[in-house]
């Protein structure tokens, strides 16, 4: 089972020793980056660990666009040695839970961004009802999905 857990003073620096695959490490922002993007829009995004076990596996950021108005998630990542169990999967779907709370205010869309070169994590959004929506920046694709 994962569950999602706060970054907070405690568990930060599990998140800066995630590691990816040197070849996905042009897919997704460090941690290190991450947790300075929530320091600036700390009134609007949550950081989480991914547990696993009572073991920090991965990463995600959820924050909320109050000009679209949109919930995003950003920098979601496994930890190498972790990958190909299906945390990504569940992690998504705590993700979603999480989202469907409204913790920032009220929205039916749900965006995220994916390299172009990572048809694995593409496969993941897409098999959990993102669709791409043509919108592209330099290497990323846009996927939405709309929730109630």
């Known amino acids: 089972m994962v569950e999602l857990r706060p970054i907070t003073e405690d568990n930060f620096i599990d998140a800066f020793n995630l590691k990816l695959a040197p070849e996905q490490e042009s897919f997704v922002s460090h941690p290190i980056r991450s947790l ?11 950081p989480f660990g ?3 076990a009572e073991k920090m596996i991965g990463y995600v950021m959820v924050i909320y666009d109050y000009d679209v108005p949109e919930y995003d998630i950003w920098h979601m990542m496994i930890d190498q040695a972790e990958q190909g169990h299906g945390y990504g999967s569940e992690a998504l779907d705590r993700v979603m839970e999480y989202i469907m709370t409204k913790p920032f205010g009220n929205s039916s869309r749900v965006a995220l961004t994916c390299n172009k070169d990572n048809p694995i994590a593409r496969k993941l959004y897409e098999n959990k009802g993102f669709s791409a929506t043509g919108n592209e920046d330099e290497d990323e694709i846009e996927l ?5």
């Open 50 to 52: 991914i547990y696993a």
């Open 144 to 148: 939405v999905m709309t929730v109630k």
């Open 36 to 46: 300075a993007q929530a320091y600036v829009y700390r009134d609007q995004c949550q």
